[in-house]
């Protein structure tokens, strides 16, 4: 069974919306000179996705994530 229209359009938001993160993500911390490990684009990435999708503002769900990541991958 294929999903409906709106459930497709919305996963197409999700991921283009996580692109968008993740070219963010790696300009930040290569204006940073950080080298990032490779799985915390992804996790700061789910992470904003999920506060956002919660009602969170994008400012305060950038910060949440950016705070989580620094401590889960210790930068």
């Keep these: 069974m294929?999903?409906?229209t709106s459930k497709a359009l919305?996963?197409?938001q999700s991921e283009l919306?996580?692109?968008i993160c993740?070219?963010?993500f790696q300009s930040e911390m290569k204006l940073a000179n950080k080298i990032a490990p490779k799985?915390?684009?992804d996790f700061t990435?789910?992470?904003f996705l999920n506060q956002v999708s919660l009602g969170y503002s994008i400012d305060l769900a950038k910060e949440t994530c950016k705070e989580?990541?620094?401590k889960k991958f210790s930068l």
């Design 68 to 70: 989580k990541a620094s």
């Design 45 to 47: 990435c789910n992470c």
């Design 22 to 24: 993740i070219i963010g």
């Design 39 to 41: 799985e915390m684009a």
């Design 2 to 4: 294929f999903p409906s």
């Design 17 to 19: 919306i996580k692109e």
């Design 10 to 12: 919305e996963i197409k």
